[in-house]
């Protein structure tokens, strides 16, 4: 992670961001990064997330009806 004191903004890397996501139980689904941003600023990813648990209770269900 990033720190910057003057505002006391924390910056992570898309592995770093995906490491806390997977501990906290999640998956991404789909991610992207926005546009047109300046080189100079990190990029901006976007994320959509889904509880692990919700995906594993589907597959059961799908492996149930077959």
């Known amino acids: 992670p990033v720190y910057d004191e003057s505002d006391c903004s924390v ?3 898309d592995a770093h ?3 806390l ?3 906290a139980g999640l998956r991404v689904c789909h ?3 926005q546009e047109e941003f300046p080189d100079e600023l990190f990029p901006v ?3 959509a997330l889904r509880p692990l ?3 594993e209770e589907q ?3 799908q492996k ?3």
Do not use: L
């Open 11 to 13: 910056t992570r890397s």
């Open 17 to 19: 961001q995906r490491r």
């Open 21 to 23: 996501f997977a501990k």
């Open 31 to 33: 991610s992207e990064t």
């Open 45 to 47: 990813i976007m994320y």
């Open 53 to 55: 648990q919700q995906d």
């Open 59 to 61: 597959e059961q269900k």
């Open 64 to 66: 149930q009806k077959e």
